[in-house]
């Protein structure tokens, strides 16, 4: 496909491993933010509100602020982290990449408990997962965010299939794994397995129960939304289905896909014309009569949310986030599934054979069915069992091969309850909620928080 104004070596370089590639790992998680007697989130404005924590760790931490129109959102550190707010005052701390699992895992834990230390102080409580508990869209704060109103904007146009985007703004949080590829023939074999395993890591992983504090049979609120957002730039990356694909197959898919919004000259955000694919922006330009620059691609490439975004890394976005003593599974599945190549070869080619049609009813279902999911005539109970093993024995060959810390295989043993009693995490949580919890916001935080 032929561009004007960047080249291709331009738009392929964001996709193309740098020359001193190593495999590291870069671990995201995101948390609420909320009252420790009622569960609900924290406004931005206000004493002990997400503008004053933001203005704390700044004071007390090694970092540079983060603005946007002159209002705080997010902290820089010293060492390569980062913590930003998300729409409903959600914090996400960014890990600098480390090369190893334990060490990734130890740097969030005790950024994590820093954090909540800090929070004590605010009378607020920092709780991991995958979804505000006890808020609802009409009633969760909103941080002011630039990019928020054109977001919001952009998925009501979609009526039906844009409203989860409206939720998953203000209510999500999430556990995401940056990890590296080496050259294109690991691009894709990294990729098309990362993409096939996605659906059913997420059936594994269900964790969003509650909404508004109540049940109503989902087990993932979060992934249901995900369902019902812009679906040409959500789920799954469909080239990285095909055996052999490349870096080209993915900056064309991506070339076919219209911006949300766009810095102008002046700085400030707009709204991308919705039926003009990058590609067109790139040949005819901006109605401002500019042309889309590299930042512009870079942009354009941060708007698209599948399971696996594709960039200089490979993120892993599909599972929701685990309760802060069970978070490292997450990271310890696709590191051991990823970086090692007996590993990554059995689990593609134990999922190769499902089709697009067959993954994408499975994601219709596993929201509420987590693993009793069927994907083709198989159940996702079995698959999962088989991808948590081969992820163990390549954090045991990574052990073995002086890559990894002797504990990191057991980051995955929260999953054997799991998978020996059918219980996802959302199921256990929802037990608890029913039982020792008391339906009771307080208690939960209490069980939850950092």
Same mark, same amino acid.
């Given at each position: ?5 960047? /080249? ?18 870069? %671990? ?86 820093? *954090? ?40 009501? &146009? ?5 409203? /989860?985007?409206?939720? %998953?703004?203000? *209510? ?54 995900? *369902? ?66 590299? &930042? ?17 890394? %490979? ?27 007996? &590993? ?23 929201? &509420? ?5 069927? *994907? ?17 024995? /390549? ?7 002086? %890559? ?47």
């Amino acid at each position: 496909m032929g561009t004007a104004g960047l /080249g291709r070596d331009e738009l392929r370089s964001l996709l193309e491993a740098p020359a001193a590639a190593s495999e590291r790992i870069g %671990l995201e998680i995101e948390c609420g933010v909320v009252d420790p007697r009622t569960g609900l989130a924290t406004p931005y404005p206000g004493r002990n509100g997400m503008r004053a924590v933001l203005e704390a760790v700044l004071a007390e931490w090694d970092g540079k602020a983060l603005f946007d129109a002159g209002r705080p959102v997010g902290v820089e550190l010293a060492d390569g982290g980062l913590i930003g707010l998300e729409h409903g005052g959600q914090l996400e701390y960014s890990g600098p990449p480390t090369a190893d699992l334990a060490a990734a895992v130890d740097d969030v834990r005790l950024t994590l408990v820093r *954090l909540a230390e800090l929070l004590r102080r605010f009378d607020l409580a920092l709780l991991p997962g995958a979804y505000l508990p006890f808020d609802r869209i009409e009633t969760v704060p909103w941080v002011p965010l630039s990019r928020g109103p054109i977001l919001r904007e952009h998925f009501e &146009s979609f009526e039906g299939a844009g409203s /989860g985007g409206v939720r %998953l703004l203000p *209510l999500s949080t999430c556990t995401q794994v940056h990890l590296d590829h080496l050259s294109e023939d690991d691009f894709t074999q990294k990729l098309r397995m990362q993409a096939a395993a996605s659906p059913v890591v997420a059936a594994l992983l269900v964790n969003s129960p509650l909404y508004g504090g109540r049940l109503d049979g989902l087990l993932s609120h979060r992934c249901r939304d995900w *369902l019902l957002t812009d679906p040409q730039r959500c789920g799954l990356v469909r080239p990285a289905l095909h055996e052999n694909v490349g870096i080209d197959d993915v900056v064309d898919w991506a070339l076919d896909i219209p911006m949300v919004f766009y810095q102008d000259r002046t700085g400030g955000l707009r709204p991308a014309p919705p039926d003009r694919p990058f590609a067109s922006l790139l040949r005819d330009g901006f109605a401002d009569g500019t042309r889309p620059l590299f &930042s512009h691609w870079v942009a354009h490439l941060a708007q698209i949310w599948t399971h696996v975004r594709v960039r200089r890394t %490979l993120e892993l976005r599909a599972a929701d986030g685990p309760a802060y003593q069970n978070f490292q599974v997450v990271p310890a599945l696709w590191t051991g599934l990823s970086y090692h190549a007996p &590993s990554r070869a059995a689990a593609w080619e134990l999922l190769r054979h499902y089709s697009v049609g067959q993954l994408q009813a499975a994601e219709e279902d596993f929201p &509420s069915e987590g693993l009793r999911t069927m *994907l083709g005539g198989d159940r996702v109970h079995e698959l999962a069992g088989e991808l948590v093993r081969l992820a163990r024995e /390549g954090l045991r060959a990574r052990v073995a091969a002086g %890559l990894e810390r002797p504990e990191a295989p057991s980051y995955l043993d929260p999953l054997d309850e799991v998978l020996h009693t059918g219980r996802t995490f959302a199921e256990q949580c929802a037990r608890l909620w029913e039982t020792d919890l008391q339906r009771d916001p307080r208690r939960y935080v209490a069980h939850f928080r950092v």
